[in-house]
């Protein structure tokens, strides 16, 4: 059991933390409209950190978890460390989830591996079970060494 618990942990996508947000619109009734930004780490690659912004419908409908967020969003990748990559890197595996409908609407963040430069590839996208949004973002972390050797 505990075998299965560390796999699954090692592979599942990963967790975000709060950075902050800004209010773009007021709402009488419940939560205003904001942009909110998350930082998270590739569970894969050490030494890399994306920070993700997107909006967070307000209102009534989102104060309850209701309402659907838009497709809007952008991502910001970086070396943050030397970079150790932990095990094999799937092209377009999932490093970060969310969701923004109360049914079938995620944000995604997959991470590519552009071989021939070195570099890893961060697509921030959303889908949805029916009609997916062409709205993404990437950001790229060439692999570059680390420190003052």
């Given at each position: ?7 699954l ?35 894969k ?5 994306c ?26 990748c ?47 996208y959303?889908?949805?079970?029916v ?19």
């Amino acid at each position: 059991m505990l075998m299965i618990a560390l796999l699954l942990g090692a592979v599942a996508p990963a967790a975000a933390e709060q950075v902050g947000c800004v209010s773009t619109t007021f709402k009488l009734v419940g939560a205003n409209d904001k942009i909110c930004i998350d930082s998270f780490h590739d569970p894969k690659v050490d030494g890399v950190v994306c920070h993700v912004s997107r909006a967070r419908t307000g209102g009534l409908s989102g104060m309850v978890g209701l309402a659907e967020d838009t497709s809007d969003a952008s991502i910001a990748c970086r070396q943050v460390g030397p970079i150790t990559i932990k095990g094999r890197l799937d092209d377009g595996e999932d490093v970060f989830k969310e969701s923004r409908s109360w049914l079938f609407k995620k944000l995604r963040v997959v991470r590519f591996y552009d071989k021939p430069n070195n570099t890893l590839v961060y697509l921030s996208y959303s889908d949805k079970l029916v009609d997916g949004s062409p709205k993404n973002a990437i950001s790229t972390v060439p692999i570059m060494p680390w420190g003052g050797r």
